[in-house]
């Protein structure tokens, strides 16, 4: 029996998250995924679209997903090593050599994320989306009024 750990956001989620949680399966039997709550999101600086339960419910879904626990602090991964009995823990490439010192307990690997896409990404292109059409309604009203103008 082999497991695994990880631990993220998983805001949006999206084909980035699938892939690394499939890879991370693959080295093993079980995978648990720490899900960040909303208020450890709030003391790292980001603000979810999906609260906790939304997106522990979403990650927990996925087939090679075995187990979600809540993600409270960052000091929390050692406990949560030895208390699951974890082998592996492996996170994406972004946090390459920031979690060296859980060596002493485990095998610790970093992996590529898969390039172009991030939550931070897509809420940008959601935004654009809205403005875009907010634009097109503005065009429509001022091609109204020009009409209305003409008339008088
Ligand atoms: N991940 C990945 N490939 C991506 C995006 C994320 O492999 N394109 C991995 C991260 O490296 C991490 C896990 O997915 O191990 C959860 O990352 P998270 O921070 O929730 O996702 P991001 O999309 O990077 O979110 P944000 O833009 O808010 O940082």
């Keep these: 029996m082999k497991t695994i750990l990880t ?3 998983f805001d949006l989620l999206h084909i980035g998250h699938v892939n690394m949680l499939e890879r991370l399966k693959e080295l093993g039997n079980k995978l648990i995924v720490g899900v960040s709550t909303d208020e450890f999101n709030l003391l790292k600086g980001k603000q979810c679209i999906y609260g906790y339960a939304e997106r522990a419910k979403i990650v927990g879904a996925l087939r090679c997903v075995d ?3 809540p993600e409270n602090d960052w000091a929390q991964k050692a406990v949560d090593i030895k208390e699951h ?3 592996v823990f492996g996170i994406g490439a972004d946090w390459e050599g920031k979690f060296d010192e859980l060596q002493a ?3 610790v690997i970093y992996l590529p994320r898969t390039p172009s ?3 931070t990404d897509l809420k940008k292109v959601l935004s654009q989306i809205d403005s875009a059409a907010i ?6 009203l001022d091609g109204v009024l020009d009409i209305v103008k003409a008339l008088e």
Excluded: A, H, P
Aim: charged residues 25%; negative net charge.
């Design 7 to 9: 631990y993220g956001t």
């Design 67 to 69: 187990l979600v626990i």
């Design 85 to 87: 009995d974890v082998d």
């Design 105 to 107: 307990l485990c095998e």
């Design 117 to 119: 896409i991030s939550t």
């Design 135 to 140: 634009q097109k309604i503005k065009q429509g």
